[in-house]
């Protein structure tokens, strides 16, 4: 089983309520894609909440291979969703490990 976990910051410029509906806008699209993608085992979005940290939003899946999650990635579903959040991100990053 594979964990991947993306963080994303999004840019410092958006209003705080433009900031709130992109996020929302995103979790949902991504809650969708599980009905819709076979691989995704498991996945969830969750928002910060400790004003120290950096990054915005955390995206957690579990897929059963690497594989699976390069299929997740470049699933058109799912790059629909990314693509609506690509324009607000300042800064992402990524780890998939076994668990």
């Known amino acids: 089983m ?3 976990t993306v963080l994303f910051q999004l ?3 958006l209003e705080p309520q433009q900031k709130t509906e992109v996020m929302e806008c995103f979790r949902k699209g991504i809650m969708e894609l599980p009905a819709q993608i076979a691989c995704i085992r498991r996945i969830e979005v969750g928002f910060n909440i400790n004003p120290e940290e950096k990054f915005d939003i955390a995206l957690c899946g ?7 999650v390069d299929a997740y990635a ?3 579903l799912h790059v629909a969703v990314a ?3 690509k324009p607000y991100v300042s800064a992402r ?3 998939d490990y076994e668990i």
């Open 2 to 4: 594979v964990k991947h």
């Open 11 to 13: 840019r410092a410029d």
């Open 62 to 68: 579990e897929f059963d291979t690497l594989a699976d």
């Open 74 to 76: 470049r699933h058109p």
């Open 83 to 85: 693509a609506q959040l």
């Open 93 to 95: 990053s990524c780890t």
